[in-house]
């Protein structure tokens, strides 16, 4: 038996980091050979074993990695799709496809993406639809994404719950003495529209006007128009915010113990790695009350990811401190204060 894994799309975010994982599990399978298509600017330096060979796959022969697949297997072989999009073609071996992105299940708005990413989700969605039963199951990371699945009508006898992380990685920094700072809090993502990074700030904005200005710390790139935006409010309003670009793997786990706690706004994951991670660490988690949250963990505080006010309010929870309540006056004060108006 042999098992090739189509990764041919994958080179950064979490999709980088499952792969990373898969990779370094292979080791545990030196019986089995592995045929692994990955993007040309995926690094595997570090994960070469003697039972895995690796093709490097440019953008424009990503299309053509089901095809060569199917010439090489055999009906006791197994390819694992991890590019969220089923082949064109059945193979004559198992086959199983990873889903991890829910823009491509689900119809979720596509409001601020750019014009190109939106049709490349479209044609994402249109194959994903064609080509379904050209695999015989589907593995999903959470039971939102099944939810979803089932909705769209997939039979779920094909369907398989099954996370996976490596802790054995982030043991190491677990072992490490890293001083943990106050009142800091952290937020690990891209600069997607659906990371809700604005109604952060704007909760930032809000707490800033009480003169309450707690650090937190962000992972988005730098050379990106969100970078610009997040840049402006943090010079009007004077807000403690640190933005860490381009973080190696070792450092991202760092800031994990270095923080006081994960703030989550998203509006839409299909797994959420950083609270897998944040949970891995013993991290307090402040999230958005969403189905996708409560897969994972429970948060210490929670919030309407659509509310600023709502973010500002789980933070001073968390920071022990009282929000400010409306006052309600009987009937005969509302009058004398109209009248003092």
Not at 166 to 183: A, F, G, H, M, V
Request: a positive charge; proline letters at 3%; hydrophobic letters at 40%.
């Amino acid at each position: 038996m042999k098992i090739f894994v189509n990764a041919s799309n994958i080179h950064t975010g979490g999709g980088k980091v499952i792969l990373n994982d898969f990779l370094c599990a292979t080791n545990y399978f030196s019986d089995i050979n592995f045929e692994i298509y990955i993007d040309y600017r995926f690094d595997y330096t570090e994960l070469k074993r003697k039972n895995v060979s690796f093709t490097k796959t440019k953008k424009y022969q990503r299309y053509k990695v089901c095809f060569d697949i199917n010439k090489k297997t055999h009906k006791e072989d197994i390819v694992i799709y991890l590019t969220n999009i089923p082949p064109v073609v059945k193979h004559k071996c198992k086959t199983i496809l990873v889903q991890s992105n829910r823009f491509v299940i689900d119809y979720f708005s596509l409001s601020g993406f750019s014009i190109i990413t939106k049709i490349r989700i479209y044609v994402e969605r249109f194959l994903f639809k064609v080509n379904i039963n050209n695999v015989d199951y589907i593995v999903v990371q959470s039971d939102s994404m099944f939810s979803v699945l089932q909705k769209n009508g997939i039979d779920i006898s094909k369907i398989f719950v099954i996370a996976y992380m490596d802790k054995k990685e982030n043991q190491k920094i677990i072992s490490d003495e890293i001083k943990k700072n106050k009142n800091v809090f952290l937020y690990v993502s891209s600069d997607d529209p659906h990371k809700n990074h604005k109604k952060l700030i704007e909760a930032w904005v809000l707490l800033s006007n009480e003169n309450i200005y707690p650090k937190l710390i962000l992972t988005i790139d730098e050379n990106t128009r969100l970078y610009s935006y997040i840049i402006k409010y943090v010079n009007k309003y004077g807000l403690n915010i640190d933005i860490i670009s381009n973080l190696g793997r070792k450092n991202l786990l760092s800031l994990y113990k270095q923080s006081s706690a994960l703030i989550f706004p998203s509006l839409f994951e299909s797994y959420g790695l950083p609270l897998v991670e944040a949970n891995h660490f013993k991290l307090p988690v402040l999230a958005s009350e969403l189905d996708y949250v409560r897969d994972i963990l429970d948060p210490i505080e929670t919030f309407d990811p659509n509310s600023a006010k709502s973010i500002l309010r789980s933070v001073k929870r968390f920071l022990k401190m009282k929000d400010k309540k409306t006052e309600v006056v009987q009937p005969k004060d509302f009058i004398i204060r109209v009248i003092n108006l």
